[in-house]
């Protein structure tokens, strides 16, 4: 399976089979989150896999049943780009376990944070952003999760267009679409786009709360999906050229 593919298939799991998740997975999984791929330069995110059996509310909108193992996602605090970052690499490691058949549910907001705080021990500048829930995938949901999924509208997208204005641009488009599919806290999709030339500036319409996270994991699947060399930047002055949403990032093509 390819990330695209990865992108394209994956769905939030609220139901797993009681079964560990197999031993190579889960020793490549350790592997990548002893030093995850940081995604921004001056960034510092780090992910924790607690090997531990959740049932019942886990956070919001997660009712979760028959999950062995989670990860929780930490990261210091050190700009505006801290959460965004954060959110880019889980991502990076949800789309990874798509690609192993693995079924996962990110998690925000209210999850019950005490096993995950003893088990991630947080330094006094790092915060605990969020985890995801990862196993085998049951053969059908529990009906409470299919309520809650529905009552979330995880399914739902945007159409393109109100997402990104890119003119003629269209040869971000591949790259968008996938950040289109993203998922995100209430299927809010926070993350617009702008096309300028050979930049495409990222912007966040509510950057309160999950929002920059949020924006992160749609961050990571534009990255999937562009093939085109460049690199993240901040530029300057493009906070100007939509002042009513939050400037995050742009990526310049070469």
């Known amino acids: 399976m390819t990330v695209r593919e990865a992108i394209e298939v994956r769905k939030s799991v609220r139901t797993y089979k009681k079964e560990a998740v197999d031993s190579e997975i889960m020793a490549r999984l350790r592997e990548m989150c002893r030093e995850p791929r940081q995604c921004l ?12 059996g959740l049932e019942g509310r886990v956070g919001t909108y997660g009712i979760i049943s028959g999950a062995q193992c989670c990860l929780a996602l930490v990261y ?15 991502e ?15 998690l925000g907001g209210t999850f019950s944070r005490s096993n995950v705080t003893a ?3 947080p330094a006094p500048d790092e915060r605990i952003a969020a985890i995801v829930v990862l196993g085998i995938a049951a053969d059908r949901e529990r009906l409470v999760a299919r309520v809650m999924q529905k009552f979330a509208g995880s ?7 109100d997402l990104f204005d890119i003119g003629d641009n269209r040869q ?4 968008l679409e996938l950040m289109r599919l993203a998922p995100s806290a209430l299927n809010g999709q926070p ?19 999950l929002g920059l996270l949020d924006t992160g994991i749609g961050l990571a699947h534009f990255a999937a999906g562009n093939d085109k060399p460049g690199k993240w930047e901040t530029v ?10 939050r400037y995050v990032i742009s990526f310049l093509a070469e």
Not at 236 to 245: H, V
Request: net charge positive.
């Open 92 to 106: 990076n490691i949800v789309l990874w376990l798509t690609q192993q058949s693995q079924g996962t549910c990110w």
């Open 76 to 90: 210091r605090d050190v700009d505006g780009l801290s959460a965004v970052n954060a959110g880019m690499v889980m």
């Open 119 to 121: 088990a991630a021990s």
């Open 155 to 161: 399914r739902r997208r945007r159409a393109f267009d």
């Open 172 to 175: 971000w488009s591949p790259a």
């Open 191 to 209: 993350w617009r786009a702008v096309a300028e030339g050979n930049a495409i500036h990222f912007f966040c319409t509510k950057p309160e709360g």
């Open 41 to 52: 330069p001056g960034q510092q995110a780090r992910i924790v896999v607690i090997e531990r």
């Open 236 to 245: 300057g002055n493009a906070a100007s050229i939509r002042p009513e949403w």
